[in-house]
């Protein structure tokens, strides 16, 4: 009797200690179904496939760069600029003053003669007008640079291939180059000749100034956003350009 | 005394005139001094004063032996019953869980080949799309060449028609200034050096923005 006591509760403590193993539940109904696993992987996203914005390799800010070359009274010069609207360029002053005429070249060779220009006495600003439709724009920006933020610059520079170079804003500062009176951006990237009118971006890619000069030591200035909307907004302060080449 | 200390291997000799106790344990125990005790248990005073008095039936199970012997018999049957039981639902369980687990087997193989075929897959298209951007990159940079070659072309065409123009002008001015030169009776020689000045300036400047164009192809 004593035993058959002990071996009771040696069974309960046993079963205590241990659950009876039930069934297998059924596999669920989301099983993958291998005989139609899709075999198309998924793209993983790749940076370098993520920077190009466009089908033919090039960015928007380079579809919508322009080299420009103008003969003016005594000489050739070269810039750039970028394209505002289908038939507006946006440049520099320097690039365009006194031009009999304006040719201008976009990223992939296509020419456009200019019809008429008009220019800013208070910065150094232009605008180009075109009779063929341009197919790109550059959207303005609505902000201006914070520091430190990298900033692109697309152009032409020395009239060569097109470039974008890549550098931090620093600061504004008084315009000491040019013969402007509005204040101009100064960042820290270096361009050159040629690079006359190209238009500053935002990391958004938009324009937020325009490049006109360098010191040559790894430092530019550019016309600030907000002279560039003052330039677009008032049609009072687009002075006609005639060359004048007595 | 002690009981343990008289063997109770005689116990025939010494029943007639001792009566036999039997103690809970089972074994016989003799006594001399002290009367029997009273058993309240009438099976066993029965058992030892019978008067037939037949022998060692002392030794032999009690009754009460055969019922627990029987309640172990019912005990170990349950348990048997209960054992299989358990041994055969225990069986049945692990049919099911082999049976799911070959068949989740024969899924994960399958995933895994198709894994195998998704990544060979991934690796091809990632060397196809890396093929694809070095080729989009070479036929971008070469648009861009070829659109710079063409533009810089352009500008020279533009400046060799401007030299060409000029040099025509230069021309044509030496022609007029020796048609002048051929009359002289009709101008002053003053305005006729002046001229030829004037002529020479141009013509030399035309000349120098020609050298100067090809000093610029050399340095280029």
Known sequence: MRRLLLLVPAAVALAGCSVLPQSPPPLPSTAPDTANTSTTPTPSASPSVAAVTVADGFTDQEHAALRIRARTCDEFTVGSGFMLDAHTVVTNRHVVEDAQNITLTTYDGEQYEGTSSVMADFADLALVTVDEPLEFAAPIGSAEPAPDDELDVVGYPLGGPLETRTGPYVKRVPDTIGQGRDDVDLIKVEAEHGNSGSAVYDPNGQVVGVLYATDKKGESFAVTLQSLNTFLSDTSLQLPNDADCG | ?220
């Open chain 2, 1 to 220: 005394m002690s009981t343990n200390d008289e063997p109770t291997s005689r116990p025939s000799d010494r029943e007639t005139r001792f009566p036999v106790v039997a103690p809970k344990s089972g074994l016989p125990v003799f006594s001399s001094t002290s009367p029997p005790p009273v058993r309240s248990d009438p099976p066993h005073t029965t058992a030892a004063s019978s008067a037939d008095a037949s022998p060692p039936t002392a030794f032999s199970p009690p009754p009460v032996k055969k019922s627990h012997a029987r309640g172990w018999v019912v005990v170990l049957a349950v348990v048997c019953a209960g054992l299989a039981t358990l041994a055969a639902y225990l069986w049945v369980i692990n049919e099911q869980w082999q049976d799911q687990n070959d068949e989740l087997r024969t899924q994960v193989a399958s995933l895994n080949a198709d894994v195998a075929e998704n990544n060979a897959q991934i690796q091809g298209l990632q060397a196809e799309l890396t093929n694809a951007q070095e080729n989009l990159e070479g036929a971008t940079g070469k648009v861009t060449d070829l659109a710079d070659s063409s533009a810089n072309a352009k500008d020279q065409a533009a400046f060799l028609t401007e030299l060409a123009d000029s040099f025509q002008q230069c021309a044509e001015a030496q022609a007029s200034h020796i048609s002048h030169l051929e009359n002289a009776s009709r101008y002053t020689a003053s305005s006729l050096a002046a001229e030829g000045r004037d002529v020479s300036n141009y013509c030399s400047d035309v000349e120098q923005s020609y050298l100067d164009y090809q000093a610029s192809l050399k340095s280029s």
